[in-house]
């Protein structure tokens, strides 16, 4: 049975990558820094972006925020993949798994530990996901594995985290927010997929500017593969 704490994943692309070819996500598929929010940066990225994900510090202001959102989270589409996170320091994982099931249109899968989770947990709700994922051995090895080959040494698993992530992806038109933490998914605005990448930094900015002193925020992309 899989533990209730996991070692918390290092915010890295190489770490993030070797966990997701552990799953079963292929090669022509894969994370990268998102190194500004300037229109020019963005463009840097490799071309599509699938999802992005913000790492950020969990303070006052983050639960003040997701009060506000969980209030008036939108009209969500039945086609959105979400799950609770009750698994300590699996944030970083379920972010990545938000991330690539709200995108098997686009990436196919290879047999492996990911498509049995989604295809055993697609009808189940956030809840029950949570709990499958909590006893799924095979993504909790491949998680704890990748976790180690950090290029910091990865914290043990009764360490606190004062760090969380959460994913921003698009489904039939809508640019939502995921965060295993909160009451389920946010609608933050309409979304193209040509318009997902700027409406997603946009979503990410709103972030800073509820804690504008903090620098201790990091972004990543779920993107094609670099050149």
């Not at 770490?15 to 963005?42: A, I, Q, T």
């Not at 006052?60 to 925020?65: A, C, I, L, R, V």
């Not at 606190?160 to 927010?177: M, R």
């Not at 998914?185 to 318009?195: Q, S």
Request: charged residues 25%; proline residues 5%.
């Amino acid at each position: 049975m899989s533990s209730g704490i996991w070692l918390p994943i290092e915010s890295n692309p190489t770490v993030m990558n070797s966990f997701l070819r552990k799953l079963g996500v292929p090669e022509e598929w894969e994370v990268n820094d998102v190194f500004g929010l300037d229109d020019d940066l963005l463009m840097m990225l490799p071309q599509p972006v699938l999802a992005i994900l913000l790492l950020f510090p969990i303070t006052d202001k983050y639960y003040e925020f997701a009060k506000e959102m969980e209030a008036n989270p939108g009209e969500i589409s039945d086609k959105v993949f979400y799950m609770k996170q009750t698994i300590s320091n699996a944030c970083g994982t379920v972010a990545l798994l938000h991330s690539v099931a709200n995108n098997v249109d686009t990436i196919k899968l290879k047999d492996g530990a990911l498509k049995d989770f989604l295809a055993g947990s697609g009808d189940l709700s956030p809840e029950k996901r949570a709990d499958v994922l909590e006893h799924d051995e095979a993504i909790c090895k491949s998680h704890d594995d990748a976790a180690q080959e950090g290029q910091t040494m990865a914290p043990g698993r009764d360490d606190s985290v004062d760090y969380h992530f959460v994913s921003f992806v698009c489904v039939e038109g809508k640019l939502y927010e995921l965060d295993g933490r909160k009451a389920g998914p946010i609608v933050k605005c309409a979304t193209t997929k040509e318009t997902f990448l700027k409406d997603a930094a946009k979503a990410c900015k709103e972030y800073m500017a509820r804690d504008p002193e903090n620098i201790n925020f990091n972004i990543l992309a779920l993107t094609a593969k670099m050149e």
